[in-house]
């Protein structure tokens, strides 16, 4: 079997119809096939590659950390100078309440972590999401997803998620009592790039809409 075949018959596609364009070589925004025809890369993997492929950086960094060691022990157990040093960078951007970090493989990862976080210290169940949100496919992330496109097949799914439209202010009346958290996407990739209103009474106001940049 050739390559394409070997994907077709051993590899679990993510749709019907996968693209099928084989790698050769990426290098910054470019990609090129096995045949050395040139692309630009508008996807990023998905904006994974925010740096592009094979920063200059990026590759020396990895480099040096083969010359060290990979993977030791599960984080949080064993004291890692990469990590310590990343999560001392992240945490000096966040709020000084806000000092610990919890890595994860993924996206969906993080939401699922966030959601057994929120419930733990709330002792809570409700949480609110938005309609056309995304967050990832694993259970927990597909019931906070606000599309039926993506959710359909895999009901029932977590019980006490309450669906609001993003940028409606009235979204606050949902909160109450039994709220363990309020989980958003700072900009609605999957619904188009929706940005927030910073100030809806502000907008009201002067007939003009604030976003972030």
Sequence with gaps: MNIREIFLKHISATSP???MFEIGKAQGTLLWDIKGKEYIDLIGGISVANTGHRHPKVISAIKNQLDNYLHV??????ISTPQCKYAEKITSLLPSKLQSVYFTNSGAE??????KLAKRVTNRTKMIAFNQAYHGSTQGA??????EYWRQAYR?????????NFNDANIINEIDKNTACIILEVIQGEA??????????????????????
Aim: charged share 15%.
């Design 142 to 147: 597909l019931s906070l997803i606000g599309s």
């Design 110 to 115: 993080a939401i699922e972590g966030s959601m």
């Design 73 to 78: 022990m599960v984080y949080g157990e064993y």
């Design 192 to 213: 188009g790039v929706v940005a927030p209103i910073l100030d809806q009474a502000w907008g009201r106001q002067s007939g003009r809409r604030s976003y972030y940049s």
């Design 156 to 164: 029932p799914l977590l019980p006490d998620i309450y669906h609001g």
């Design 17 to 19: 119809f996968p693209m």
